[in-house]
DNA sequence: GTTAGGG
DNA sequence: CCCTAAC
């Protein structure tokens, strides 16, 4: 499982001062692609590997991401390319400080960092230079000088990530660039937090507007001193830029690093797992922990759904395999789910691929309940209509994407004539068959709530619907819901008969309107009164002055 | 199983 | 009307 995929050659450079081919050709600096394996080991990339970072990296191989997703406001304050001396000295003498605190301090579940790929027009003469020392420096001297020296660390760069000017898109990115994976979630909260942690190794991420310097949380506007927590000050890019050099030594230092660094690279890479699954598992305990303590609104937890299935898009991701995917639930009693979902997964993941778009379209998303009795042949239908397109609207040149949706629309109205026909349990798989509430019902409902108050639906369902009805107690609740909409938003301004706008279905009746406002407002008066309690005497029915209906 | 609330 | 969390 290796964690970590790092940059590589997709290009070689040596553009200094603009001499393109001499220095090229004399002092070729190669970098190559390595991922580090779960026992610690370095592996050569393969090939989805490097498509995977090549946009990370332009035609003469410096690494520019900023410029590869036309980011122009990235709000990176990096340092200034400087050839000095002094400062490539001091790089060397920063990169062999943070392998060193890594060795003494011990595991350092440090993530890749994204300042790493963000910071951009690295001195070519310094990597030469390092390149130069790596070489010195292999036929003696301890690994972590070794290492370190092979290892231009861009982490230490002083600048300053501001993920509020990311797109989505672009945090995504910089998820992939921090955590070594694609995510899909579109939630930029989300990700600015999650990217934040990653890069600062800390869970401790503050709700407000941040941004990233030097590895640290600081707080946008905020005195510097105060807000700047953070735990783990090491810094630990986990995207290892080697030097690839055509001479020998190459093979003698990857020989180096995979023996003796096994040991430093375990660690990280088990903790950089670690780390990750905690991370996610906290962050929503964190964001409502840190929103409440800001005092606003608590954010509702994901639902189930919605982490399967970010989970399955993330792991199709990884795996890059989707036609695996059919046969992996066929083997429990979900097979029959799979089938429809199939579709619409091969669909979102060719989003994700292509444009990290995966978010399943809701008209194919299908109950999680157990399978309706019938639903062969709702399978069927969908199969015989998905075929019963005309093949040329199939073939014209749309794109994909209108094909699916014209798939989709065709089979929801498809869904629509055969609901009127057929039994409404077999004609739909997103809901039932649409039935109106008539103006009785809306009477009994109200009645009911007149009599044992708002909230009791299932005693209203129990006593006034009694009869075979199929209103369930969640769609009385629905629909009084929606009549105290109705009653508010129309008694004050229209006292005269109906609604003059369009009636969207039965227009409901002003007096009863006036009653559900009536009753609504009694029970808030009540609820003011007598706390939450409710207005019904216990056991017994509290019979309103003025019944009125039914 | 029921209710509340978002979608 | 659906779905799910919370109870």
Known sequence: MGALVDEDVVGKRSTENG????????????????????????????????????????????????????????????????????????NEVDSKKVIFKMDVDGPSFGQPNISETLAKDRSTKACSEIRKNAVNEAAEGSFSEKFSSLKPDFSLLEGEICLDNFSIRELQEAFRAT?????????????????????????????????????????????????????????????????????????????????????????????????????????????????????????????????????????MACSGRVAS??????????????????????????????????????????????????????????????????????????????????????????????????HPVEASVKRKHHRAWTLGEVLKLVEGVSRYGAGRWSQIRQVAFASGSHRTSVDLKDKWRNLLKASFAQVPTDKGIGNSRKPASLPIPTPILLRVRELADKRSDSEIEFGSSQFVGHGGIVQENETGFL
């Not at 869970?203 to 927590?229: G, H, Y």
């Not at 606003?296 to 989970?311: D, G």
């Not at 040329?392 to 014209?406: F, Y």
């Open 19 to 90: 001499d393109p081919d001499g220095i090229v050709a004399s002092n070729p600096v190669v970098y190559q692609l390595v991922r580090v394996d779960g026992d610690g080991r370095l592996i050569p990339a393969t090939d989805d590997e490097l498509i995977e970072v090549k946009h990370f990296v332009e035609d003469d191989g410096k690494l520019v991401y900023a410029q590869s997703v036309q980011q122009p406001e990235l709000c990176i304050s990096s340092e200034k390319n400087d050839d000095t001396g002094t400062r490539q000295s001091e």
């Open 325 to 422: 995917l059919g046969k992996t639930a066929m083997n429990d009693q979900h097979c029959l789910k799979s089938k429809v979902r199939t579709p619409c997964l091969v669909d979102a993941s060719q989003d994700l691929l292509g444009g990290y778009d995966a978010r399943i379209p809701s008209v194919l998303r299908v109950r999680r309940r157990p399978p309706r009795k019938n639903f062969l042949t709702l399978v069927n239908f969908v199969h015989t209509e998905r075929e019963k397109m005309n093949p040329e609207v199939l073939n014209s040149e749309q794109s994909p994407h209108q094909k699916h949706e014209k798939f989709i629309s065709s089979v929801g109205a498809a869904f629509h004539e055969k609901s009127d026909t057929v």
């Open 179 to 315: 955590f070594g994976r694609y995510t899909s979630v579109k939630d930029k909260l989300w990700l600015k937090r999650r990217i934040a942690m990653g890069l600062t190794n800390s869970c401790n991420i503050p709700s407000a507007n941040f941004i990233i310097k030097e590895n640290k949380i600081v707080l946008c506007n905020v005195n510097e001193e105060t807000t700047s927590r953070t735990k783990h000050d090491i810094s630990y890019p986990g995207y290892i830029m080697m030097n690839k050099s055509t001479d020998p030594l190459n093979e003698t230092l990857q020989g180096t690093l995979s023996g003796t660094s096994s040991r430093i690279v375990e660690q990280k890479a088990s903790f950089t797992n670690a780390l990750d699954k905690s991370l996610e598992k906290c962050n929503v305990e964190n964001l409502n922990t840190q929103m409440e303590q800001c005092g606003t609104k608590r954010i509702r937890r994901p639902t189930k759904r919605y982490i399967e299935e970010h989970t399955e898009i993330e792991v």
